[in-house]
């Protein structure tokens, strides 16, 4: 049931996502980049698997421990949500300079040359 309920979360959040890229704002756009690169990340987490027992508390045990959770999913997320958090503060440090420099950031209208 779990995996229905976040196959569906998924599926909400890249629509979400591609719907703001398809925008003519550039901070939606941005946003829109950042919510499918979330939206993998949890795709990769979900795709890693829920269950099983934490790694650290088996380790060493004897006998039965049962399926222990792949910690290496858990450490690429992690690594691509810092990598992402970094990504996207410089596309919204160039958004504000692109507003700066132009006074819009509506995509059509930079197209067009701006207001300079």
Sequence with gaps: MTQFALAAVLGLLFALGTFLVLRRDIVRVVWG??????????????????SGSVPILSHGAH????????????????????????????????????????GTIDLFELERGGDT
């Design 33 to 50: 980049v950042t919510i499918i690169s979330q939206s993998a990340n949890v795709y990769l987490v979900t795709m890693g698997g829920l």
């Design 63 to 102: 006998g039965d421990v049962g399926a222990v959770t792949d910690p290496l999913v858990q450490a690429l997320v992690l690594t691509a949500i810092v990598i992402g958090f970094g990504t996207t503060a410089f596309a919204l440090v160039l958004t504000y300079r692109v507003h700066q420099e132009h």
